[in-house]
């Protein structure tokens, strides 16, 4: 055997800087489906520690645990979750205003348009349900209910959900399932990355300690700083702030409120929003806001004054820039997570690009080949994916009616890149609201936002006119009627988490 062949024969040496979630996501996932392919290695350092935010998730976070097969009672007690619906928005379109961007759907399959369209219709002919009785899931988060459909509980409809979690205790879970699985955790502080003089691979990362530890492929999930991809390799990083001004954030854990709500809360203030996360043993709260509009002491007085409980810690301060590294894979090295880019907290999307990235690596997988055309690929798709989800968190600061401080003026006024105006001109003028390609946020989510921040629709199909008037209605309420039933069978969430999966 040739000393290529033979060097081919053995695994792949994976290198993962960085054991936040990112890193840990990654060595769990890789370790479970590459197992003897890779020889898996991650460095993390304890005197540097992990950004400690990243507590609510999108329903997507599902599939991670099933393919990792994780036990989901085991799961949620381990890492002290709480059952997710959706969001809840207050304060958004003007003060005093309430709306829940629910998981799921939005009404019943009817036809081959979608069934807004008829309740368009409904609404236009005097009809007076509103948006909220057509998602179960919205019911059931302000009737404060959780519980898993089954025929057995007669929950027949279908109750998309999410977790939240401590983001600690996901890390430390993730690090147990993978060490588990052979994968090696080296304690220490990189200071510096060795490449290869001709391509620029990475083929080595040096500790503080002196010494070096070797790689065929490199994962960065090193956060903010982006030491490989950014500070190594040079990805310049797309800055998107004049879209999404948001560039600091204070957080505080407090005490529980008791009430342990399935739903995450993000409360407009005056330059930004504040998120309420209710966990098992504690509450997460955070202020996001925009260091232009205010100082970071108005900021942790407006997060002091608003959040539930008595304090746990002292208020954390973050610092941020909205946008994306230009390309996420460059030579032998793929950034996930904080590294990547950041897209900030509001719709809980972070940990899901980890995910996407975690499975387009796994799908475009190199081994030892150099890959133009997959890092092509990957890293068009990664600008698609994160372009459709910016795009969405900017719909919710720009279509508002909020005008009472400089910043929000500012969002309302700003101008929004061509592909959100695309999407807001079609819903104004035809009610038609557009999925491209494979963007994560769908119909439903489009319209509860575009509804809930005071859209409105110009038009309904005219597909819908075929149906009688009467059937409309009793199609309407039938869906209405059945939410309602289908609600008042569920548990309560705090009976269901205390039954099923306490800590
Ligand atoms: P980090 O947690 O920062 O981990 C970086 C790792 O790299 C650490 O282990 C560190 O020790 C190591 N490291 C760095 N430099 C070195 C070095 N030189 N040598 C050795 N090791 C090194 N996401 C969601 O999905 N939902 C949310 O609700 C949510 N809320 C958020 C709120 C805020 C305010 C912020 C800022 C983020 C939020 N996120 C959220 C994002 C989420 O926190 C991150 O996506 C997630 O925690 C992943 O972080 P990371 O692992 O990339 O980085």
Same mark, same amino acid.
């Given at each position: 055997?040739?000393?290529?062949?033979?060097?081919?024969?053995?695994?792949?040496?994976?290198?993962?800087?960085?054991?936040?979630?990112?890193?840990?996501?990654?060595?769990?996932?890789?370790?479970?489906?590459?197992?003897?392919?890779?020889?898996?290695?991650?460095?993390?350092?304890?005197?540097?520690?992990?950004?400690?935010?990243?507590?609510?998730?999108?329903?997507?976070?599902?599939?991670?645990?099933?393919?990792?097969?994780?036990?989901?009672?085991?799961?949620?007690?381990?890492?002290?979750?709480?059952?997710?619906?959706?969001?809840?928005?207050?304060?958004?379109?003007?003060?005093?205003?309430?709306?829940?961007?629910?998981?799921?759907?939005?009404?019943?399959?009817?036809?081959?348009?979608?069934?807004?369209?008829?309740?368009?219709?409904?609404?236009?002919?005097?009809?007076?349900?509103?948006?909220?009785?057509?998602?179960?899931?919205?019911?059931?988060?302000?009737?404060?209910?959780?519980?898993?459909?089954?025929?057995?509980?007669?929950?027949?409809?279908?109750?998309?959900?999410?977790?939240?979690?401590?983001? &600690?205790?996901?890390? *430390?879970?993730?690090? %147990?399932? /993978? +060490?588990? =699985?052979?994968?090696?955790?080296?304690? !220490?502080?990189?200071?510096?990355?060795?490449?290869?003089?001709?391509?620029?691979?990475?083929?080595?990362?040096?500790?503080?300690?002196?010494?070096?530890?070797?790689?065929?492929?490199?994962?960065?999930?090193?956060?903010?700083?982006?030491?490989?991809?950014?500070?190594?390799?040079?990805?310049?990083?797309?800055?998107?702030?004049?879209?999404?001004?948001?560039?600091?954030?204070?957080?505080?854990?407090?005490?529980?409120?008791?009430?342990?709500?399935?739903?995450?809360?993000?409360?407009?203030?005056?330059?930004?929003?504040?998120?309420?996360?209710?966990?098992?043993?504690?509450?997460?709260?955070?202020?996001?806001?925009?260091?232009?509009?205010?100082?970071?002491?108005?900021?942790?007085?407006? &997060?002091?004054?608003? *959040?539930?409980?008595? %304090?746990? /810690? +002292?208020? =954390?301060?973050?610092?941020?820039?909205? !946008?994306?590294?230009?390309?996420?894979?460059?030579?032998?090295?793929?950034?996930?997570?904080?590294?990547?880019?950041?897209?900030?907290?509001?719709?809980?999307?972070?940990?899901?690009?980890?995910?996407?990235?975690?499975?387009?690596?796994?799908?475009?997988?190199?081994?030892?080949?150099?890959?133009?055309?997959?890092?092509?690929?990957?890293?068009?798709?990664?600008?698609?994916?994160?372009?459709?989800?910016?795009?969405?968190?900017?719909?919710?600061?720009?279509?508002?009616?909020?005008?009472?401080?400089?910043?929000?003026?500012?969002?309302?006024?700003?101008?929004?890149?061509?592909?959100?105006?695309?999407?807001?001109?079609?819903?104004?003028?035809?009610?038609?609201?557009?999925?491209?390609?494979?963007?994560?946020?769908?119909?439903?989510?489009?319209?509860?936002?575009?509804?809930?921040?005071?859209?409105?629709? !110009?038009?309904?199909?005219?597909?819908?006119?075929?149906?009688?008037?009467?059937?409309?209605?009793?199609?309407?309420?039938?869906?209405?009627?059945?939410?309602?039933?289908?609600?008042?069978?569920?548990?309560?969430?705090?009976?269901?988490?205390?039954?099923?999966?306490?800590?």
């Amino acid at each position: 055997m040739t000393e290529t062949q033979q060097r081919d024969a053995e695994p792949v040496r994976l290198v993962i800087m960085g054991g936040g979630t990112a890193g840990w996501m990654a060595a769990a996932a890789l370790s479970q489906y590459f197992s003897n392919a890779l020889n898996i290695t991650l460095i993390e350092s304890e005197a540097i520690g992990t950004v400690g935010v990243g507590e609510a998730t999108i329903p997507q976070i599902r599939l991670f645990n099933t393919g990792l097969g994780i036990d989901e009672a085991e799961f949620v007690r381990a890492t002290a979750g709480t059952f997710k619906l959706g969001i809840e928005f207050v304060d958004w379109h003007r003060k005093g205003s309430s709306y829940i961007h629910g998981f799921g759907d939005v009404g019943a399959k009817v036809g081959l348009v979608p069934f807004y369209h008829y309740w368009l219709r409904y609404r236009a002919e005097g009809g007076n349900r509103d948006i909220d009785q057509l998602s179960l899931n919205v019911l059931a988060a302000r009737a404060r209910r959780f519980g898993r459909s089954g025929r057995q509980a007669g929950i027949v409809r279908s109750l998309p959900y999410a977790y939240h979690f401590d983001a &600690l205790h996901y890390a *430390a879970y993730l690090r %147990r399932y /993978a +060490e588990q =699985r052979g994968v090696m955790r080296r304690e !220490g502080r990189v200071v510096a990355a060795e490449q290869d003089t001709e391509s620029g691979d990475i083929t080595a990362l040096s500790l503080e300690s002196g010494e070096t530890i070797a790689g065929d492929f490199f994962i960065d999930c090193s956060g903010f700083r982006g030491f490989l991809i950014g500070e190594t390799l040079g990805s310049d990083y797309q800055d998107w702030s004049h879209w999404l001004p948001c560039d600091r954030a204070v957080a505080m854990p407090t005490t529980g409120d008791g009430r342990l709500e399935p739903f995450t809360r993000s409360t407009a203030r005056g330059a930004g929003w504040q998120w309420h996360i209710p966990l098992q043993h504690r509450t997460g709260n955070g202020h996001v806001y925009c260091s232009a509009y205010m100082d970071s002491d108005a900021a942790t007085q407006i &997060l002091l004054d608003n *959040a539930p409980g008595d %304090r746990l /810690a +002292e208020p =954390r301060h973050l610092r941020f820039t909205t !946008g994306k590294r230009r390309e996420v894979w460059k030579n032998n090295c793929v950034a996930l997570g904080l590294s990547s880019g950041f897209l900030e907290p509001l719709e809980s999307t972070s940990i899901h690009l980890i995910q996407t990235g975690l499975a387009r690596l796994m799908a475009l997988f190199p081994g030892r080949q150099r890959a133009p055309h997959l890092i092509a690929e990957y890293n068009a798709q990664a600008d698609e994916e994160y372009a459709a989800i910016r795009d969405f968190l900017i719909l919710h600061y720009h279509a508002t009616e909020r005008d009472d401080t400089e910043f929000w003026r500012y969002c309302r006024t700003m101008a929004v890149p061509d592909s959100l105006q695309h999407k807001l001109d079609m819903f104004r003028s035809s009610g038609q609201i557009i999925r491209q390609h494979q963007e994560l946020f769908d119909v439903t989510s489009w319209l509860q936002v575009m509804w809930g921040q005071g859209e409105r629709a !110009g038009a309904y199909h005219p597909m819908v006119d075929a149906v009688p008037a009467e059937e409309l209605q009793s199609v309407v309420s039938k869906v209405a009627q059945d939410n309602v039933q289908q609600c008042n069978r569920l548990p309560v969430h705090a009976n269901y988490i205390a039954e099923n999966c306490a800590v």
